[in-house]
């Protein structure tokens, strides 16, 4: 019996899709637990690709799939996702559940999302565009719209009508056309709940009976630390938890119940949207980089900005999250890089920082202190045991879990499934070292 955290350890996209999908061979439940159609996960298996936004990546396997009451819930694309899987060949039927509490973004959510991004370009935070900040402000302003309340027509007509007066301001740029109308709005929401009433659940129910019955439950983050709504690089962050303590708050799951973290990182580091990013690579190389690592957004198309290994940054993951492993991903992608920087930390103002600051004003200031390694030169993208990559690489490797602290529990060559090296078994396994209640020893 084991439950497993993966959350990503930068800025997004460190390859969680890819990763949940090799952990979930041994899972029962895969659950997300924040974000919502912002995310893009990409699994390839069998030669087959999957672009996932909200539905859990542990589909792709048939595994029961929660999307837990911290997601914001974009009901088209959710419809979209089942559509599109289900016409794949996969039977979502009493796999696929959605919490009864999680929130549901709304026509104007995204609306209001695009207003606020074009409004004051200083001000831009890049964002996806999916109404996530919108959503997230409506539930803590206690206005949100929740999955349950789709099954009350006199509750939802009240939210939606009252939530439409109090958002018009913020659209008074759009014509009366272009705004979407309140009742068209209730009308195609009540059809929404007729077809998403099979998937509804308490899911922290489900997940209590799958942990009394001894299974394995993965935890599948979206975004990455440096984007937590705490923790990240405030305000150019997403407007969730992405860190471990998430899929508490984000499941109903108490924290004596998660026995292990693990963290997700690239072997270099990317960033999309707006926000410092003190490893930016040179340009010559960010393109190069862009190029092998096909670092465009899975969900926007965006140009993701490349940058060399920040062990700062991974560090202060490390830290909030209570990472008890580190997964390195895209190893491949420096296969032709002649030298490769690693960032061990940050001057500021001619001094070391001790951790990752929190002031943008500090950070956009601070100077990476890189240590130069040299290149491998070879592909690993066939290679199977740590043994077995080339030594420059291995030294990189070790490197990378020395200066993070955080023992190395497997490392990703290929976006395909099978392509990776295990340092690590237990993580497959799921055997967490557990304590044992006393009352059973006697
Ligand atoms: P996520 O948001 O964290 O799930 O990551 P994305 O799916 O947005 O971006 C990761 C990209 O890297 C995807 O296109 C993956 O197929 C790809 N990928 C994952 N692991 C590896 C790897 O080890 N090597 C290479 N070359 N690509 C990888
Ligand atoms: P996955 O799960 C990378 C970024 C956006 C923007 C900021 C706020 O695929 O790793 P939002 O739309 O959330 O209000 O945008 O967060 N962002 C991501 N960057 N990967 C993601 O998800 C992201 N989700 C949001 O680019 O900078
Ligand atoms: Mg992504």
């Known amino acids: 019996m084991g439950s497993l955290v993966v959350v990503g350890a930068q800025w997004g996209d460190e390859g969680k899709g890819r990763v949940v999908d090799l952990l979930s061979e041994q899972a029962d439940v895969v659950a997300r637990f924040q974000g919502g159609a912002n995310a893009g996960h990409t699994i390839v298996a069998d030669g087959e690709e999957y672009i996932l936004h909200l539905i859990p990546s542990g589909m792709v396997r048939g595994k029961t799939c929660l999307i837990g009451n911290g997601v914001v819930l974009d009901l088209p694309t959710f419809f979209e996702e089942v559509d599109h899987l289900t016409g794949r060949g996969m039977n979502l039927e009493g796999k696929l559940f959605v919490s009864d509490r999680a929130h549901i973004t709304l026509p104007y959510h995204r609306l209001l999302d695009a207003a606020r991004e074009a409004a004051n370009p200083a001000r831009k935070i890049g964002t996806t565009m999916r109404g996530i900040g919108p959503t997230y402000v409506d539930k803590m302003m206690r206005i949100g719209v929740r999955v349950c309340d789709l099954f009350e027509e006199d509750l939802l007509a009240e939210k939606i009508t009252a939530n439409w007066e109090d958002k018009t301001h913020g659209l008074r740029h759009l014509t009366e056309e272009q705004r979407p109308n309140p009742d068209a709005v209730l009308g195609q929401y009540l059809l929404f709940a007729a077809r998403l009433k099979p998937f509804v659940a308490d899911c922290s129910v489900i997940l209590e009976e799958a942990r009394r019955e001894g299974k394995h439950i993965l935890f599948e983050g979206?975004?990455?630390?440096?984007?937590?709504?705490?923790?990240?690089?405030?305000?150019?962050?997403?407007?969730?938890?992405?860190?471990?303590?998430?899929?508490?708050?984000?499941?109903?799951?108490?924290?004596?119940?998660?026995?292990?973290?693990?963290?997700?990182?690239?072997?270099?580091?990317?960033?999309?949207?707006?926000?410092?990013?003190?490893?930016?690579?040179?340009?010559?190389?960010?393109?190069?980089?862009?190029?092998?690592?096909?670092?465009?957004?899975?969900?926007?198309?965006?140009?993701?900005?490349?940058?060399?290994?920040?062990?700062?940054?991974?560090?202060?993951?490390?830290?909030?999250?209570?990472?008890?492993?580190?997964?390195?991903?895209?190893?491949?992608?420096?296969?032709?890089?002649?030298?490769?920087?690693?960032?061990?930390?940050?001057?500021?103002?001619?001094?070391?920082?001790?951790?990752?600051?929190?002031?943008?004003?500090?950070?956009?200031?601070?100077?990476?202190?890189?240590?130069?390694?040299?290149?491998?030169?070879?592909?690993?993208?066939?290679?199977?045991?740590?043994?077995?990559?080339?030594?420059?690489?291995?030294?990189?490797i070790r490197r990378v879990e020395e200066v993070c602290n955080v023992p190395i529990a497997l490392i990703s060559v290929s976006p395909s499934r099978e392509s990776y090296i295990a340092l690590d078994q237990s993580l497959l396994r799921y055997d967490f070292s557990v304590p044992e209640a006393i009352s059973s020893e006697s």
Not at 327 to 349: A, N, R
Request: net charge negative; proline share 6%; aromatic share 10%.
């Open 222 to 396: 979206a975004q990455g630390t440096g984007l937590d709504i705490d923790f990240g690089t405030y305000p150019y962050v997403t407007s969730s938890n992405t860190i471990a303590g998430g899929a508490c708050t984000g499941t109903g799951v108490g924290p004596t119940h998660i026995d292990h973290v693990a963290g997700i990182a690239k072997a270099y580091t990317t960033r999309v949207g707006e926000g410092p990013f003190p490893t930016l690579m040179e340009p010559f190389l960010e393109e190069r980089c862009r190029k092998i690592g096909h670092e465009f957004g899975a969900t926007t198309g965006r140009k993701r900005l490349c940058g060399w290994f920040d062990a700062m940054l991974v560090r202060h993951a490390a830290r909030v999250n209570g990472l008890g492993s580190l997964i390195l991903t895209k190893l491949d992608v420096l296969d032709e890089f002649e030298t490769i920087k690693l960032c061990t930390g940050y001057m500021y103002k001619g001094e070391p920082l001790s951790h990752f600051p929190s002031s943008l004003r500090v950070l956009a200031q601070c100077e990476p202190i890189y240590e130069e390694w040299p290149g491998w030169m070879t592909p690993t993208g066939g290679v199977r045991r740590f043994s077995e990559l080339p030594e420059a690489a291995r030294d990189y």
